[in-house]
T-cell receptor
Framework: QKEVEQDPGPLSVPEGAIVSLNCTYS??????FMWYRQYSRKGPELLMY????GNKEDGRFTAQVDKSSKYISLFIRDSQPSDSATYLC????????????FGQGTTLQVKP | EAGVAQSPRYKIIEKRQSVAFWCNPI?????LYWYQQILGQGPKLLIQ????????DSQLPKDRFSAERLKGVDSTLKIQPAKLEDSAVYLC????????????FGSGTRLTVV
């Protein structure tokens, strides 16, 4: 079993739709949760960062962490064609050296 | 602030040949990572440096992969000999101290082994 599971998609939605991306994980030691966006032929860039459980909102993006269920989500409101990319969830153990454990990535296409 | 620089951007080699990748991190970032991203998968850590010392190389295939970070700045990752399954994007990332989220990734080197 992988430490972090993410549905690879692909996911195709019309412009303006609400997008929900999810990851599950198995290791309860994870404390730091991140979402990265990766455009084609580019490196991942940090989108959202959450420590422990709770919600965090930044513009059209909302990240949720439910540690009791070992489940994290990213919501994108009013999706735009420029949001078309691969979204990677990533996590860090509480006591380690900052090593990121990534999910497989979900490819999102937002159609105009 | 300049980003993480990587070169070359693309490389095609035959199996059993050797190849090297170079990374220049953001100035002042003490921690440097090399990740391998196989098509359709998330990045996987190969090696982590803190200044010029290795912190974690548990997933580095040491029979064929090597990496160094001389003087705690630039880093090189080498594969010798390459196998078909080494075809991937090799991402370099650096991180400032004191945060768990201040990673910056380079655009990567796309390696194709034929």
């Amino acid at each position: 079993q992988k430490e972090v599971e993410q549905d690879p998609g692909p996911l195709s939605v019309p412009e303006g739709a609400i997008v929900s991306l999810n990851c599950t994980y198995s290791n309860s030691a994870f404390q730091y949760f991140m979402w990265y966006r990766q455009y084609s032929r580019k490196g991942p860039e940090l989108l959202m960062y959450t420590y422990s459980s709770g919600n965090k909102e930044d513009g059209r993006f909302t990240a949720q962490v439910d540690k009791s269920s070992k489940y994290i989500s990213l919501f994108i409101r009013d999706s735009q064609p420029s949001d078309s990319a691969t979204y990677l969830c990533a996590m860090i153990h509480s006591g380690n050296t900052g090593k990121l454990i990534f999910g497989q990535g979900t490819t999102l296409q937002v159609k105009p | 602030e300049a980003g993480v620089a990587q070169s070359p951007r693309y490389k095609i080699i035959e199996k059993r040949q050797s190849v090297a990748f170079w990374c220049n991190p953001i100035s002042g970032h003490a921690t440097l990572y090399w990740y391998q991203q196989i098509l359709g998968q998330g990045p996987k850590l190969l090696i982590q440096f803190q200044n010029n010392g290795v912190v974690d190389d548990s997933q580095l295939p040491k029979d064929r992969f090597s990496a160094e970070r001389l003087k705690g700045v630039d880093s090189t990752l080498k594969i010798q000999p390459a196998k078909l399954e080494d075809s991937a994007v090799y991402l370099c990332a650096s991180r400032a101290g004191g945060t768990n989220y201040g990673y910056t990734f380079g655009s990567g080197t796309r390696l194709t082994v034929v």
